[in-house]
Nanobody
Framework: QVQLVESGGGLVQAGGSLRLSCAAS????????MGWYRQAPGKRRELVAT???????SYEDSLKGRFTISRDNAKNTVYLQMNGLKPEDTAVYYC???????????WGQGTQVTVSS
């Protein structure tokens, strides 16, 4: 099992920045990919960004240039730096970890990000 704990959400004005953190514990050696999804009220959960063990990253196209995912392997932590926040970025942000194909993805509890106009 892998446990994920997110932190760093909050209320910010449009144009501001937040950095989310996701600390992993448990069978961390089995993690291949970590990333962030988000879900706004009444909308489907959508992928924000991913990062592999090797450091390769991918982003939802509309977020490129504003959001940056990174990881600190020594701390078993993944970060999501969010700049130039917009009200439409308001959502619950979930951290996830993918291990071996026969295991389901692991999810954190989510952290609320609210951007006021």
């Amino acid at each position: 099992q892998v446990q994920l704990v997110e932190s760093g959400g909050g209320l910010v004005q449009a144009g501001g920045s937040l950095r989310l953190s996701c600390a992993a514990s448990g069978l961390i050696f089995s993690i291949n990919v970590m990333g962030w999804y988000r879900q706004a009220p009444g909308k489907r959960r959508e992928l924000v960004a991913t990062i592999t063990n090797g450091g390769s990253t991918s982003y939802e196209d509309s977020l490129k240039g504003r959001f940056t995912i990174s990881r600190d392997n020594a701390k078993n932590t993944v970060y999501l730096q969010m700049n130039g926040l917009k009200p439409e970025d308001t959502a619950v942000y979930y951290c996830y970890a993918r291990t071996i194909p026969t295991m389901p993805d692991f999810w954190g509890q989510g952290t609320q990000v609210t951007v006021s106009s």
